[in-house]
């Protein structure tokens, strides 16, 4: 039964880092000039931020200065929290524009205030748990070792 303690230790000890990890979202934000914003990426969602109004992007492209889109979602809430995003803060909701049948949006660049690049590092949080997770194993077997050191056996 004794064994079986050192196991739940560690494991408890593991599943803090776990959380940890899980926790702070394995995400990376910049903010960014509109400059360096990609003309035409499938990596990136679009969210595009107003006064009042927030709008999930699909196909965007950017040309002359102002991004185009397909709109995906308009939504109120942070129910899109998946994947790489792109935030554009835009100075008021005259500068969006939406055609007339609601489905695609147009923002131009100069009136943005602010862009907010927001990536996930998944593979980064992997090898950062799974090098936590050996060195505590070792940490642990060698404590275990120096209390209880293992009894040799002469023949």
Known sequence: ?????????????????????????????????????????????????????KF????????????????NQTYFDNSYDRGNKIHLYVSSDSV????????????SLVGVTQVSLQEVKGVDTFFLILGSALVLFFVVGIISWIINPPILVQF
């Open 1 to 53: 039964m004794k064994e079986y303690s050192q196991v739940r230790k560690f494991i408890s000890v593991l599943m803090i880092f776990i959380l940890l990890a899980y926790l702070s979202g394995c995400t990376s934000t910049k903010v960014i000039a509109t400059s360096d914003l990609p003309p035409k990426s499938s990596k990136y969602a679009y969210i595009v931020h107003g006064e009042t109004l």
């Open 56 to 71: 999930l992007l699909e196909k965007s492209i950017i040309s002359n200065d102002t991004l185009y889109g397909r709109i």
């Open 96 to 107: 969006i524009k939406i055609d007339n049948e609601g489905e695609f949006l147009s923002v």
